[in-house]
C-alpha cells in the first residue's frame, strides 16, 4: 500500500481518505482479536507509564465475558502522544500519527467491526512544564489542533494525566469545550475538593455497557488535587 501523509493543516479534515498506511498506529497493543476477550480487558488496565499516565480501567461483567461473550468488537487506545501529529520517523518500525490512527480506525470500520476508543492521557503537550513565550503558543496551537482531529477521528473516553495540565488547567477545559468526546477523572478534582470531571463514562456496544473510569497516577500541578 501506498504511503500518504497530509499536512498539518489538511489534517483539521480527517476522513476515509486521509491517508493510508500498511502499519497501524496501535502497534504498542499488539494484534487485535477479532472478538474482545478476558485478555484483552487485562491489557486495558495495565498502566502505559508509571507515575505519569493516566490509566483507564476497563470494567466489564465477568459473567458475560466468560459465558457469552460481547461479539464482534474492538477496544483501541493510546497514550503519550506527546503534542505529536505526525508519526515518530522510526523507518523500520513508524508509529503515531493521527493521520495513521484515522487509517486504522477506518480500515476496522470497513471490516465490519464496532470500535470504541479511548486514550488514555499525556495527549496534549510533550511534558509537564513548557517554556513561556513561542514554545507554549505553539504547544497550544497543536492542542488544538488534536482535538479538532480527535473529533473527526473519534474518541469514547479521554483520561487526562500530569502533561496535559502544561498550559494550565483553564486551557485544558478550554480543550474539553472544543471537544465532541468526554474528558473523564475519578481522582482529579479543583483545588478546593470538587469534582472538575465526570469520574466514567459508559458506552453500549452491541447491546452491552461497558465502563470506561479514568484515574491517573498522582503528580503535583497549581490549583488541582490528584
Not at 46 to 57: F, L, N
Not at 68 to 87: C, Y
Not at 188 to 204: A, C, T
Request: aromatic fraction near 12%; glycine fraction near 10%.
Amino acid at each position: 500500500m501506498a504511503y500518504k501523509m497530509k499536512s498539518k493543516g489538511e489534517l483539521f479534515g480527517i476522513n476515509e481518505e486521509l491517508s493510508t498506511y500498511d502499519k497501524p498506529v496501535f502497534e504498542n497493543l499488539g494484534d487485535f482479536s477479532s472478538s474482545y476477550s478476558v485478555l484483552d480487558s487485562i491489557i486495558g488496565s495495565i498502566p502505559g507509564s508509571v507515575g505519569e499516565t493516566s490509566v483507564i480501567a476497563i470494567l466489564l461483567g465477568a459473567l458475560i465475558l466468560i459465558f457469552t461473550g460481547v461479539g464482534s468488537f474492538r477496544i483501541m487506545a493510546t497514550a503519550n502522544v506527546h503534542n505529536e501529529t505526525d508519526p515518530c520517523g522510526w523507518k523500520k518500525r513508524p508509529m503515531g500519527g493521527l493521520a495513521r490512527k484515522s487509517t486504522i480506525i477506518n480500515e476496522n470500520k470497513a471490516d465490519g467491526y464496532s470500535l470504541l476508543i479511548a486514550d488514555a492521557g499525556n495527549l496534549f503537550f510533550k511534558k509537564n512544564n513548557i517554556s513561556p513565550g513561542v514554545t507554549m503558543e505553539t504547544s497550544k496551537e497543536t492542542a488544538k489542533t488534536i482535538v479538532n482531529c480527535f473529533n473527526s477521528i473519534g474518541c469514547n473516553a479521554f483520561s487526562p494525566s500530569s502533561h496535559d495540565f502544561a498550559g494550565g488547567y483553564e486551557f485544558l477545559k478550554s480543550l474539553e469545550d472544543e471537544a465532541n468526546f468526554p474528558f473523564i477523572s475519578a481522582n482529579i478534582f479543583g483545588k478546593y475538593g470538587q469534582k472538575i470531571f465526570e469520574p466514567y463514562v459508559i458506552e453500549n456496544i452491541n447491546g452491552k455497557n461497558i465502563a470506561f473510569i479514568g484515574i491517573t497516577s498522582k503528580f503535583v500541578c497549581e490549583g488541582i488535587i490528584v
